[in-house]
Protein backbone atom coordinates (compact mmCIF):
# COMPACT_ATOMS: atom_id res chain seq x y z
CA UNK A 1 0.00 0.00 0.00
CA UNK A 2 1.51 3.19 -1.01
CA UNK A 3 2.18 5.70 1.87
CA UNK A 4 1.37 9.52 2.09
CA UNK A 5 3.32 11.53 -0.88
CA UNK A 6 4.06 14.75 -0.90
CA UNK A 7 5.28 16.88 -3.46
CA UNK A 8 7.19 18.72 -4.19
CA UNK A 9 10.10 17.87 -1.82
CA UNK A 10 11.98 20.58 -1.87
CA UNK A 11 11.12 24.09 -3.51
CA UNK A 12 12.97 27.55 -3.19
CA UNK A 13 10.57 31.07 -3.37
CA UNK A 14 11.55 34.58 -2.71
CA UNK A 15 9.15 36.60 -0.44
CA UNK A 16 6.43 38.13 -1.65
CA UNK A 17 4.99 34.93 -3.84
CA UNK A 18 2.97 32.03 -3.15
CA UNK A 19 3.00 28.42 -3.22
CA UNK A 20 0.78 25.29 -3.56
CA UNK A 21 1.96 22.10 -1.91
CA UNK A 22 0.22 18.55 -2.42
CA UNK A 23 -0.77 15.80 -0.11
CA UNK A 24 -2.36 12.23 -1.47
CA UNK A 25 -3.23 10.82 1.30
CA UNK A 26 -2.98 6.58 1.59
CA UNK A 27 -6.01 5.02 -0.46
CA UNK A 28 -8.97 4.55 1.65
CA UNK A 29 -7.98 7.57 4.40
CA UNK A 30 -10.22 10.57 4.28
CA UNK A 31 -9.06 12.61 6.71
CA UNK A 32 -6.02 14.82 5.87
CA UNK A 33 -3.83 17.08 8.08
CA UNK A 34 -1.10 19.91 7.78
CA UNK A 35 1.59 20.54 9.71
CA UNK A 36 4.85 23.14 10.03
CA UNK A 37 7.75 22.11 11.35
CA UNK A 38 10.71 24.37 12.09
CA UNK A 39 13.88 24.45 14.43
CA UNK A 40 12.59 27.28 16.78
CA UNK A 41 9.00 25.99 17.06
CA UNK A 42 8.88 22.44 16.88
CA UNK A 43 5.38 20.51 15.05
CA UNK A 44 2.40 23.05 14.86
CA UNK A 45 -0.62 22.07 13.22
CA UNK A 46 -2.12 24.11 10.33
CA UNK A 47 -5.43 22.79 9.61
CA UNK A 48 -7.48 19.12 8.76
CA UNK A 49 -9.73 18.46 6.00
CA UNK A 50 -12.35 15.40 6.05
CA UNK A 51 -14.83 15.16 3.53
CA UNK A 52 -13.72 18.64 1.45
CA UNK A 53 -14.65 20.63 4.30
CA UNK A 54 -11.77 22.15 6.67
CA UNK A 55 -12.23 21.05 9.82
CA UNK A 56 -9.99 22.37 12.70
CA UNK A 57 -7.47 24.79 12.13
CA UNK A 58 -4.57 26.17 14.21
CA UNK A 59 -3.00 29.33 15.14
CA UNK A 60 -1.98 30.76 11.61
CA UNK A 61 -2.22 33.51 9.92
CA UNK A 62 -4.94 34.17 7.01
CA UNK A 63 -2.71 33.64 4.40
CA UNK A 64 -2.22 30.12 5.33
CA UNK A 65 -5.07 28.01 3.01
CA UNK A 66 -6.16 24.82 2.10
CA UNK A 67 -8.51 22.65 0.53
CA UNK A 68 -9.19 18.97 0.43
CA UNK A 69 -10.92 17.57 -3.33
CA UNK A 70 -13.02 14.35 -3.66
CA UNK A 71 -10.62 11.71 -3.91
CA UNK A 72 -9.57 13.29 -0.61
CA UNK A 73 -5.82 14.56 -2.13
CA UNK A 74 -5.03 18.06 -0.73
CA UNK A 75 -3.49 20.74 -1.05
CA UNK A 76 -2.44 23.75 1.17
CA UNK A 77 -1.66 27.74 -0.20
CA UNK A 78 0.73 30.26 1.52
CA UNK A 79 0.26 33.86 -0.01
CA UNK A 80 2.25 36.43 0.74
CA UNK A 81 5.26 34.75 1.68
CA UNK A 82 7.64 35.73 4.70
CA UNK A 83 10.84 34.78 5.10
CA UNK A 84 9.71 33.15 8.32
CA UNK A 85 7.71 30.75 6.26
CA UNK A 86 10.53 28.63 6.01
CA UNK A 87 9.70 25.31 6.99
CA UNK A 88 9.14 21.76 6.77
CA UNK A 89 5.60 21.10 5.90
CA UNK A 90 4.31 17.64 6.40
CA UNK A 91 1.18 16.36 5.86
CA UNK A 92 -0.86 13.29 7.75
CA UNK A 93 -3.78 10.94 6.80
CA UNK A 94 -5.68 8.84 9.04
CA UNK A 95 -8.79 7.18 8.67
CA UNK A 96 -10.82 8.52 11.54
CA UNK A 97 -11.26 12.38 11.36
CA UNK A 98 -10.88 14.85 14.60
CA UNK A 99 -10.62 12.44 17.41
CA UNK A 100 -7.13 12.26 17.12
CA UNK A 101 -7.00 9.06 19.00
CA UNK A 102 -5.64 6.70 16.80
CA UNK A 103 -1.98 6.80 14.63
CA UNK A 104 -1.31 9.39 12.13
CA UNK A 105 0.84 8.58 8.94
CA UNK A 106 3.06 11.01 7.90
CA UNK A 107 4.06 12.19 4.23
CA UNK A 108 8.18 12.89 4.22
CA UNK A 109 7.64 16.78 3.91
CA UNK A 110 8.13 19.50 1.42
CA UNK A 111 10.97 21.66 2.52
CA UNK A 112 10.24 25.37 1.69
CA UNK A 113 12.92 27.94 1.79
CA UNK A 114 11.63 31.68 1.08
CA UNK A 115 14.68 34.04 0.04
CA UNK B 1 -3.21 26.68 28.82
CA UNK B 2 -2.92 22.99 27.70
CA UNK B 3 0.18 21.80 26.32
CA UNK B 4 3.08 19.59 26.39
CA UNK B 5 6.15 19.91 27.09
CA UNK B 6 9.94 17.82 26.01
CA UNK B 7 11.87 19.36 29.00
CA UNK B 8 15.67 18.26 27.27
CA UNK B 9 16.76 19.46 23.41
CA UNK B 10 19.19 16.61 23.37
CA UNK B 11 19.87 13.63 25.13
CA UNK B 12 22.75 11.27 24.84
CA UNK B 13 23.08 7.70 25.61
CA UNK B 14 25.48 4.96 25.18
CA UNK B 15 24.97 1.96 22.90
CA UNK B 16 23.14 -0.97 25.23
CA UNK B 17 22.29 1.78 27.75
CA UNK B 18 18.77 2.28 29.30
CA UNK B 19 17.49 5.77 27.34
CA UNK B 20 14.37 7.87 28.74
CA UNK B 21 13.04 10.68 26.74
CA UNK B 22 10.84 12.92 28.59
CA UNK B 23 7.44 14.20 28.08
CA UNK B 24 4.89 16.44 30.71
CA UNK B 25 1.62 17.49 29.36
CA UNK B 26 -1.24 20.11 30.85
CA UNK B 27 -4.88 19.04 29.62
CA UNK B 28 -8.43 19.54 30.82
CA UNK B 29 -10.09 15.69 31.02
CA UNK B 30 -8.53 12.76 29.98
CA UNK B 31 -5.03 12.94 28.25
CA UNK B 32 -4.52 10.64 25.09
CA UNK B 33 -0.92 11.08 24.72
CA UNK B 34 0.96 10.01 21.58
CA UNK B 35 5.01 9.34 20.79
CA UNK B 36 6.41 9.99 16.99
CA UNK B 37 10.09 9.39 16.13
CA UNK B 38 11.48 11.27 12.98
CA UNK B 39 14.91 10.03 10.67
CA UNK B 40 16.50 12.51 8.61
CA UNK B 41 14.91 13.82 5.93
CA UNK B 42 11.33 11.70 7.14
CA UNK B 43 7.87 12.63 7.91
CA UNK B 44 6.62 11.10 11.30
CA UNK B 45 6.89 7.64 12.25
CA UNK B 46 3.95 6.49 15.03
CA UNK B 47 5.32 4.71 18.24
CA UNK B 48 2.99 4.41 20.51
CA UNK B 49 -0.07 5.99 22.33
CA UNK B 50 -1.80 5.89 25.28
CA UNK B 51 -5.72 6.50 25.44
CA UNK B 52 -6.64 4.63 28.44
CA UNK B 53 -5.80 1.53 30.47
CA UNK B 54 -2.63 0.25 31.85
CA UNK B 55 0.27 2.84 32.50
CA UNK B 56 2.95 0.89 30.49
CA UNK B 57 2.43 1.09 27.38
CA UNK B 58 4.38 -1.02 24.59
CA UNK B 59 5.34 0.37 21.02
CA UNK B 60 6.95 -0.20 17.82
CA UNK B 61 11.37 -1.17 17.43
CA UNK B 62 10.86 -2.15 21.81
CA UNK B 63 10.01 1.32 22.91
CA UNK B 64 7.76 1.58 25.88
CA UNK B 65 6.12 4.43 27.48
CA UNK B 66 5.30 5.06 30.97
CA UNK B 67 1.60 7.58 31.86
CA UNK B 68 1.95 9.16 35.39
CA UNK B 69 -1.20 10.87 36.13
CA UNK B 70 -0.01 12.57 39.68
CA UNK B 71 3.09 13.58 37.30
CA UNK B 72 1.52 14.21 34.42
CA UNK B 73 4.24 12.57 32.66
CA UNK B 74 4.64 10.08 29.44
CA UNK B 75 8.35 9.24 29.40
CA UNK B 76 9.47 6.97 26.51
CA UNK B 77 11.56 4.19 27.54
CA UNK B 78 13.85 1.43 25.90
CA UNK B 79 15.96 -0.83 27.85
CA UNK B 80 18.88 -1.00 25.39
CA UNK B 81 19.66 1.47 22.94
CA UNK B 82 20.92 0.97 19.45
CA UNK B 83 22.96 3.58 17.72
CA UNK B 84 19.82 3.07 14.70
CA UNK B 85 17.63 4.78 17.71
CA UNK B 86 19.52 8.28 16.68
CA UNK B 87 16.70 10.25 16.05
CA UNK B 88 13.78 13.21 16.74
CA UNK B 89 11.38 12.00 18.69
CA UNK B 90 8.00 13.91 19.26
CA UNK B 91 5.80 13.86 22.10
CA UNK B 92 2.61 14.35 21.19
CA UNK B 93 -1.25 14.84 23.00
CA UNK B 94 -4.62 15.97 22.12
CA UNK B 95 -5.86 19.25 23.23
CA UNK B 96 -9.67 20.54 23.28
CA UNK B 97 -10.22 23.90 20.70
CA UNK B 98 -13.43 25.72 19.69
CA UNK B 99 -15.72 22.69 21.30
CA UNK B 100 -13.46 19.63 19.49
CA UNK B 101 -10.01 18.72 19.56
CA UNK B 102 -6.12 19.08 17.87
CA UNK B 103 -2.99 17.87 18.41
CA UNK B 104 -0.32 19.86 20.12
CA UNK B 105 3.55 18.60 19.63
CA UNK B 106 6.14 18.88 21.88
CA UNK B 107 9.62 20.72 20.29
CA UNK B 108 11.19 17.35 19.83
CA UNK B 109 14.06 16.13 21.91
CA UNK B 110 17.06 14.58 19.19
CA UNK B 111 18.35 11.64 20.57
CA UNK B 112 22.38 10.39 19.86
CA UNK B 113 23.19 6.92 20.58
CA UNK B 114 27.11 6.71 20.64
CA UNK B 115 28.33 3.32 19.53
Known amino acids: KAGVTQTPRYLIKTRGQQVTLSCSPISGHRSVSWYQQTPGQGLQFLFE???????NKGNFPGRFSGRQFSNSRSEMNVSTLELGDSALYLCASTTVPGEWTGELFFGEGSRLTVL | AQSVAQPEDQVNVAEGNPLTVKCTYSVSGNPYLFWYVQYPNRGLQFLLK??????LVKGSYGFEAEFNKSQTSFHLKKPSALVSDSALYFC?????????????FGRGTSLIVHP
Open chain 1, 49 to 55: YFSETQR
Open chain 2, 92 to 104: AVRVSSGGSYIPT
Open chain 2, 50 to 55: YITGDN
